[in-house]
């Protein structure tokens, strides 16, 4: 399917465009769900929704590289200039946003391949990738609150046994520190919400990686995949999540952070560091 408009039906599609699948407004992606819940709430998902962040450096080398890696998504152009400072630099960029490519300055460019290259170095990353299909988008409805639900999979390996892949760029591929970044954004709840589309969709249980890429050299990667414990964790906030949706979108009331006076208390770490400083 390639359509300028996202499905209406439950299904798993191919050649959903970028465009498309971000801008659909019917449906909740793993990503809005965990912007309704702190550190965020349901007024910051709703600003989002409507205004799209601006792309950035860092952004759209993301996509440069899964562009890459996975051999499908957004064209590059390439800006041969050193810095966007320039008038013709900035009109190349925007020519490209508006044509719904990705720009990059030539440093850019020889980084996103120097990066992408670097991924089936790593021997369990190249067996991940060495066969499925890139960039499957997912429309199913939870049944619970009959909410329109979507997901995209970076690559779907569907030969033995179904396994889920999702690349991310990063500061640090480290295991430790990925499990600390990884538990703070919430790919828990990715995990969850993907697991659940696939099991509704294709009848299967299937299990879902992270391939960590490093933005910088030597452009280090791990493999990761989060304990059956912490999913579970990732299904309940996820169940919480589409319940708040739903009532707000019922309502169209998108709450911030509460109009009432918060009671604070001390972190642990503030609470150690004075008691030890009052001894």
């Not at 819940?37 to 759209?60: G, I, M, Q, T």
């Not at 996975?70 to 400072?85: C, D, M, N, Q």
């Not at 190349?92 to 670097?118: F, I, N, S, W």
């Amino acid at each position: 399917m390639n359509s300028d408009q996202a499905p209406t039906t439950r299904g798993v599609y191919d050649c959903i465009s970028d465009a498309v699948y971000h801008g659909d407004r019917n449906s909740l992606s793993s990503s809005g769900a965990r912007k309704l819940l702190p550190p965020s709430c349901p007024a910051v998902f709703k600003h989002e929704r409507d205004n799209p962040p601006d792309s950035n450096e860092d952004y759209d080398l993301g996509h440069a590289v899964h562009a890459l890696v996975l051999g499908t998504g957004l064209e590059i152009v390439e800006v041969k200039a050193t810095s966007w400072r320039t008038n013709d630099a900035k009109k190349q960029r925007a020519d490209a946003y508006k044509a719904g490519k990705v720009p990059l300055l030539t440093a850019g460019v020889k980084k996103a391949h120097a990066m992408a290259e670097a991924v089936p170095r790593n021997a369990q990353a190249r067996e991940l990738l060495s066969e499925g299909r890139p960039e499957v988008s997912m429309y199913w409805t939870d049944p619970a609150t009959w909410t329109r639900l979507r997901a995209r999979p970076d690559w779907v390996i569907e030969s033995g046994e179904l396994m889920l892949v999702d690349l991310k760029t990063t500061k640090t591929a480290d295991p430790q520190l990925f499990r600390s970044s990884a538990s703070s954004i919430g790919y828990h709840q990715q995990a969850a919400w993907y697991i659940d589309g696939a099991r509704d969709l294709l009848d299967q249980e299937p299990r879902f990686v992270f391939i960590a890429l490093e933005k910088e050299e030597p452009y280090l990667v791990s493999v990761h995949e989060f304990t059956r414990e912490d999913i579970e964790i990732g299904r309940r906030l996820n169940r919480l999540a589409i319940e708040i949706y739903t009532a707000c979108a019922a309502e169209n009331y998108w709450p911030g952070y509460g109009d009432y006076i918060h009671q604070m208390r001390l972190t642990s770490k503030a609470r150690y560091f004075a008691e030890e400083l009052l001894r």
